[in-house]
């Protein structure tokens, strides 16, 4: 199973900085957080025989901006870790919003 060192480390063409779960004091837009959002096992002779970790990557920005989000996608593609997306506007923080959701 890949560390979070190791994500990291593959996110850092990107650009921007990265942290776990969220920052105390946010950086200036643009900046990924990612985060541990469920195990996915595999079941095999009635135990669990391995799993991998769901992770979400998130990408916040002032405006909308596809280039971002082609950065992640080619660090992703780069390293062989598929993907889906998706998109939103959190208006309560004035920020523009792409999920990245990976399994490792």
């Not at 994500?7 to 900085?17: C, K, Q, W, Y």
């Not at 200036?28 to 095999?44: E, I, K, M, Q, T």
């Not at 009635?46 to 901006?65: C, H, K, M, P, Q």
Request: no cysteine; glycine share 4%; hydrophobic share 40%.
């Amino acid at each position: 199973m890949m560390t979070f060192a190791e994500l990291v480390a593959i996110l850092e063409p990107t650009g921007f900085p990265w942290t776990y779960h969220h920052w105390d004091t946010p950086p200036p837009p643009p900046y990924g957080v990612y985060l541990s959002v469920r195990d996915n096992p595999f079941f095999a002779d009635n135990r669990t025989y391995t799993f991998s970790a769901g992770i979400r990557l998130e990408v916040y920005s002032l405006e909308r901006d596809t280039s971002l989000d082609d950065k992640v996608r080619a660090a992703l593609d780069a390293a062989e870790i598929p993907y889906d997306t998706d998109y939103t506007f959190l208006e309560s923080e004035g920020l523009y919003e792409s999920i990245f959701e990976i399994e490792v």
